[in-house]
Nanobody, 124 residues
Framework: QVQLEESGGGLVQAGGSLRLSCASS????????MGWLRQAPGKEREFVAG????????LYADSVKGRFTISKDSAKNTIYLQMNSLKPEDTAVYYC?????????????????WGQGTQVTVSS
């Protein structure tokens, strides 16, 4: 059984930074691609960033490229999302998810296991 638990969300002003963490239990994050996805009110869930099983390959949505960085610590079974230069449009519930396979993709439907999410609110 895979369990994913996000933390680190909160309220921040535009231009600020937050770091999200996702702790995995039940399965090692080193064996699968992992991703961060988000869902804003009234919108569909969308891909934000993904990282390969080895950590050697990362993938970002165009809207966050250059501002967000995904990373992993396999020894701690944890992945992170460093979010800088936050904008009000980044406001959403952020989910950590594990993909079936070792390579990240931009398709939310290919992520099989999801955490409960953590709220990120960026004020203008």
């Amino acid at each position: 059984q895979v369990q994913l638990e996000e933390s680190g969300g909160g309220l921040v002003q535009a231009g600020g930074s937050l770091r999200l963490s996702c702790a995995s239990s039940g399965r090692s994050v080193s064996r699968y691609a992992m991703g961060w996805l988000r869902q804003a009110p009234g919108k569909e869930r969308e891909f934000v960033a993904g990282i390969s099983w080895s950590g050697g390959s990362t993938l970002y949505a165009d809207s966050v490229k250059g501002r967000f960085t995904i990373s992993k610590d396999s020894a701690k079974n944890t992945i992170y999302l460093q979010m800088n230069s936050l904008k009000p449009e980044d406001t959403a519930v952020y989910y950590c998810a594990r993909k079936l396979g070792v390579t990240p993709t931009r398709l939310p439907s290919e992520y099989a296991y999801w955490g409960q999410g953590t709220q990120v609110t960026v004020s203008s």
